[in-house]
């Protein structure tokens, strides 16, 4: 009977307890541009400031989010613009005896706005102002991919 029960106890433990590992493949799949579109910026004159007081799920993601979430905020207390230019960002760390920590950060750049939607032709791309080539003596030929 002592043997049954060995053997019965050894089978529920080894059942019990099962690890399934799985990975996921990617596969770079083939593209290609049919469409683009392009668009003006309308960037605002003036450059605006903003102070974030930053919270612990803020800092919970690095200097990087820190600064993503003040640009954010930013954007949205100023006009809900698109984006900011020319960034300049300030951050005021405290720091401890064993650890520091991002208290504030703030930003200035002048927020700008998309406008102007367009769908991109060949014209626009032999443009040497939209190249950046203007007057740099550097011509444009266009490259047939087969």
């Given at each position: 009977?002592?043997?049954?029960?060995?053997?019965?106890?050894?089978?529920?433990?080894?059942?019990?307890?099962?690890?399934?590992?799985?990975?996921?493949?990617?596969?770079?799949?083939?593209?290609s541009m049919y469409n683009a579109t392009v668009a003006d910026l309308d960037v605002a004159p003036q450059?605006?400031?903003?102070?974030?007081?930053?919270?612990?799920?803020?800092?919970?993601?690095?200097?990087?989010?820190?600064?993503?979430?003040?640009?954010?905020?930013?954007?949205?207390?100023?006009?809900?613009?698109d984006m900011l230019l020319e960034p300049q960002f300030v951050l005021n760390h405290y720091r401890g005896l064993f650890c520091s920590k991002i208290t504030s950060v703030t930003v200035t750049g002048r927020p700008a706005f998309y406008k102007n939607f367009r769908s991109m032709d060949d014209k626009v791309?032999?443009?040497?102002?939209?190249?950046?080539?203007?007057?740099?003596?550097i011509h444009i030929f266009q490259v047939n991919k087969k």
């Amino acid at each position: 009977m002592k043997k049954y029960l060995f053997m019965l106890a050894a089978a529920l433990l080894s059942a019990a307890c099962t690890t399934t590992t799985k990975t996921a493949r990617t596969e770079s799949v083939p593209y290609s541009m049919y469409n683009a579109t392009v668009a003006d910026l309308d960037v605002a004159p003036q450059r605006i400031t903003y102070t974030l007081m930053t919270t612990k799920a803020i800092r919970k993601g690095g200097p990087a989010n820190c600064k993503r979430a003040a640009v954010q905020e930013a954007l949205a207390a100023n006009g809900n613009a698109d984006m900011l230019l020319e960034p300049q960002f300030v951050l005021n760390h405290y720091r401890g005896l064993f650890c520091s920590k991002i208290t504030s950060v703030t930003v200035t750049g002048r927020p700008a706005f998309y406008k102007n939607f367009r769908s991109m032709d060949d014209k626009v791309w032999t443009d040497p102002v939209f190249r950046g080539n203007k007057g740099t003596g550097i011509h444009i030929f266009q490259v047939n991919k087969k």
